[in-house]
């Protein structure tokens, strides 16, 4: 088939195809978020455009933001689909670093196509083109290679024939994925080859599953059944799998008491017996008190973030770690017991090696015993008050009026550990997305916008503070315009509440966080009038005073988004210093004149580093 490089690629990205958990097929790539410059516009624009009914190209208006928007598509249909963003060349290309990083932490699948300068290099130095002294194949598209899981730059409309099945091998691999750059210099999008009919064919990307060593499942087993108070610890790589079911039903097989992590969260439901609540410095305080009883630890699916360790002081000295996770890297994470395969292979197989035996009863009560006060606990922040409502509150509101094919959201700041720590899931098929590997803030609207997408059976909430609004909020009007429903609550505490709380709780000055500690020039400076801005982009606005005005708001913004499809924007003011504590240490520097080295000093010498051979459980002696 004789054609443009560009035509190429957008014939070969139809023809890719995904199979879903329940055995659909849909397409791999299923949208394309797109800004044109001089660097793309002729070239992939036009071959967009001519296939325009098979690939939807949706508009966006920050390629940071429509990049993220893509990432949040990715993970509402766990790593499934796959977005697809494309800018032109310089600043534009630039501008979608940012959420390459989202992705690469996340492990979650993401294709970056970014205009490049000429090849040829004729017209040098291009509009945009930064030019190095030292390096003249050097182009600004080079930063993406730091958060990139393959790069490419396509110098030869051949070169296509080469690259494109790996960039499919590392999009769809779960052990691999992640975000992958194909670099598109403009005079090479434009240049014709004839390519084999072959690449054109149609593709279906199944789920890949790969099954561990039977002599690791051997040791695991053998180091399972000889643990008296072992925990299980389901991560994001048991979401990807689709083996929530199946992890849940080896934990009531074995009595082994179970915990999530940030990406792991809602995969239980919260008051099944054996739930002990989320892992944590953002999850509950119950999970972090039965983590440090345990003498053994079998994580499945998680890279173990500090988060989720409470920076390795969540556990007892003399655990036992054992691993199962795709990737190997993850796996092998602190001198872990690796068990490397897809996490429901490995659970299945695991069953069979550890046969009838089952935890004693007292212990897996107990994970249900802690719950039931961390449950007391959130009650508590969550029972209603007049004057200005809290994190807790509002969350708890938003709880209580989702539905079990709802999906939440949110990324940075306090909310977070709210979400993490106060949501109670009906269990079934994963329903919230908390971007909390790269914490980055502005996912949330544009992250919804792609979720919503994916997303059209249920009401896509995305919650937010004042800071994270003024960070990113484009999509909004991208969304509106495109005609995609969501709810986004914007919780406004004038400033960045969650840092303040650091900085002063480690005995530092209250500086350049809330607004009333910020340097400014006016002795009554602007306020940000949220919902007019919010109105001004598209959406239906709702303000809310109190706990009982935010009720009533949230319930019919959730009626009108659906109604009018487009996002509905509720602005409630909450308290500025009320948290939901998890009571776990996390590390940071702390200067040595602050009040808060003491607490660090304290803590660092139960900071878990490396797992020896033979605190495992098992005997790795030459046989």
């Known amino acids: 088939m004789k054609s443009t490089t560009a035509q190429a690629l957008v014939a070969w990205l139809v023809a890719q195809r995904s199979e879903t958990f329940d055995g659909r097929e849909v397409p791999l790539f ?12 002729l070239g992939l624009g036009t071959a967009l455009h001519e296939r325009r009914d098979e690939i939807p190209v949706w508009r966006g208006h920050t390629e940071e933001g429509m990049a993220l928007a893509a990432v949040g598509y990715a993970k509402a249909t766990h790593r499934r689909q796959v977005g697809i963003a494309t800018s032109s060349i310089g600043p534009g290309a630039l501008n979608m670093v940012t959420a390459a990083g989202v992705a690469h932490a996340n492990r979650l699948p993401l294709l970056l196509l970014p205009g490049d300068t000429f090849t040829g290099r004729a017209p040098d130095p291009v509009l945009q083109q930064v030019e ?30 080469a690259t494109l099945p790996q960039v499919a091998r590392v999009l769809t691999d779960p052990a691999e994925t992640g975000p992958v750059t194909l670099a598109l210099p403009q005079d090479v999008q434009a240049e014709t080859y004839d390519f084999p009919d072959a690449l054109f064919e149609p593709v279906l990307h ?12 051997a040791d695991a087993a053998t180091a399972l059944r000889s643990a008296r108070r072992p ?7 048991v979401r990807y799998s689709g083996a929530g079911r199946v992890a849940l039903e080896f934990a009531e097989r074995h009595g082994i008491p179970v915990t999530e992590t940030t990406a792991g969260r809602t995969l239980v439901r919260h008051d099944h017996p054996l739930y002990s609540g989320p892992l944590g410095v953002t999850g509950s305080e119950s999970a972090n008190l039965l983590a440090a009883e345990a003498d053994l630890v079998l994580a499945v699916g998680t890279r173990l973030q500090d988060f989720t360790t409470a920076s390795w002081t969540v556990f007892a000295p003399d655990v036992r770690l054992v691993t199962v996770n795709a990737a190997r890297f993850d796996a092998v994470k602190h001198g872990a017991l690796a068990v490397v395969g897809d996490a429901g292979a490995s659970i299945t197989e695991l069953t069979a090696h550890v046969q009838d035996w ?8 107990r994970a249900g015993t802690l719950r039931t006060t961390w449950d007391a606990h959130i009650d508590t922040l ?7 409502p809290s994190y807790a509150q509002v969350v708890g509101v938003v709880n209580e009026l989702s539905t079990a094919s709802d999906y939440v959201m949110t990324a940075s700041g306090g909310l977070p550990g709210e979400l993490i720590g106060g949501w109670r899931a009906t269990g079934g098929a994963p329903t919230m ?22 997303h059209p059976d249920g009401v896509v909430t995305t919650m937010l503070g004042d800071g994270s609004y003024l960070m990113l909020n484009s999509e909004l009007f991208s969304a509106a315009f495109a005609g995609h429903p969501l709810v986004a609550v914007v919780c406004d505490n004038d400033g960045y509440a969650v840092i303040a709380r650091l900085q002063q709780g480690q005995g530092g000055a209250a500086f350049n966080n809330f607004y009333a500690d910020c340097r400014t020039n006016h002795a009554d400076p602007p306020r940000v009038d949220f919902a007019a801005h919010a109105r001004a982009l598209g959406c239906d606005v709702f303000t809310a005073e109190g706990l009982d005005d935010f009720r009533t708001a949230y319930d019919r913004a959730r009626t009108t988004a659906r109604d009018r499809s487009r996002p509905a924007v509720v602005v409630v003011r909450t308290q500025p210093s009320s948290w939901t504590e998890a009571g776990a240490w996390w590390e940071v520097g702390v200067p040595a004149h602050l009040a808060g080295r003491a607490d660090h000093e304290a803590a660092k010498p139960r900071q878990l580093r490396y797992l020896q051979p033979g605190s495992r459980g098992v005997d790795h002696s030459p046989r």
């Open 30 to 41: 299923p949208a394309v978020f797109a800004i044109f410059g001089h660097g793309n516009v």
């Open 132 to 161: 190095h002294f030292g390096d003249a194949t050097g182009t600004v598209n080079d930063a993406f290679r730091a958060v990139s899981r393959y790069f490419d730059r396509i110098t030869r409309p051949e070169q296509l024939i």
């Open 206 to 217: 199944r789920i890949l599953r790969p099954r561990p060593d039977s002599r690791d499942l």
């Open 231 to 237: 925990l299980l610890v389901l991560g994001g790589g």
């Open 358 to 365: 089952r935890v004693d009863a007292a212990w897996s009560d």
């Open 382 to 388: 969550r029972a209603p008050t007049t004057g200005t």
């Open 433 to 454: 997305d908390v971007e909390y590997g790269f914490s980055c803030m502005g996912y949330e609207l544009a992250g919804a916008w792609g979720a919503a997408m994916a």
